[in-house]
């Protein structure tokens, strides 16, 4: 891990687009200032973990669980009951 | 961390009337139409790799569609109209519109489906829709934070 020492105020460059700003430090609580182009995701890290773990568990459904869902779908799907 | 997609050369989409040939255990063998090709730049989250998709019909009547990866095949995801699934819904599609850079109407939206070995406990991720810019077919999953939105949110209500 690379660990770099920055004042409030300055700043990190990430390579050609992406900077973060150190903008305050309040006891244990930093505040960052990030600047990236659109397509570069930015999330706090517990955020992309549970998205990732939700994508890993969603990933290629048998046809079995497939075939389930739909019935469940008939029963419960907006549109059929509701 | 998940590996950076760095040095992941991603063949290029092939021009107009160009077909990409899929080759996959699970779903079989066939041509993809490059109008057909879902493009995410950078991937679904966790799986970065994986830049090209095609939606494949599950089967008439189904409200579940696959989207599976063109770059690996044997990665496929079971994906639906929110609506379909959830009451009430209202698509975040203002927001879509703008992180797409395209306007409302160009926006389609799905969310990805978890399926449980009891499908009665099947869920919708709420939380990261896909959504795709119809006229280009650029694709991303979007975050919505802060909205109560649940990445796995239960199709059946808890009774």
Known sequence: MLVLTRKIGETIRIADSVTVQVLSVRGSQVSLGIVAPADVRIFREELYREIESQNQNAQLPDAESLAGAEEVWKEYGHGKQR | ?159
Request: proline share 12%.
């Open chain 2, 1 to 159: 961390m998940a590996s950076s997609a760095e040095g992941v050369s991603t063949p290029p989409v092939p021009s107009a009337g160009e077909t990409v040939a899929v080759r996959s255990r699970r779903f079989g063998s066939f041509d993809v139409a490059r109008e057909q090709i879902l493009e995410f730049p950078s991937g679904l989250i966790g799986f970065p790799r994986g830049r090209r998709y095609v939606i494949l019909e599950h089967r008439p009547g189904s409200p579940f569609k696959w989207l599976l990866s063109i770059d690996d095949p044997e990665l496929a995801f079971a994906v639906a109209d929110p609506s379909e699934l959830v009451a009430g819904y209202e698509p975040p599609l203002e927001p879509a519109a703008k992180l797409l850079g395209v306007v409302p109407a160009d926006v389609a939206l799905f969310v990805i489906v978890t399926i449980p070995r009891d499908p009665k406990n099947m869920t919708v991720n709420l939380m990261a829709p896909v959504v795709v810019d119809t006229q280009t077919r650029k694709a991303r999953q979007m975050v919505i934070e802060d909205q109560g939105l649940s990445p796995c949110h239960p199709v059946v209500p808890a009774s």
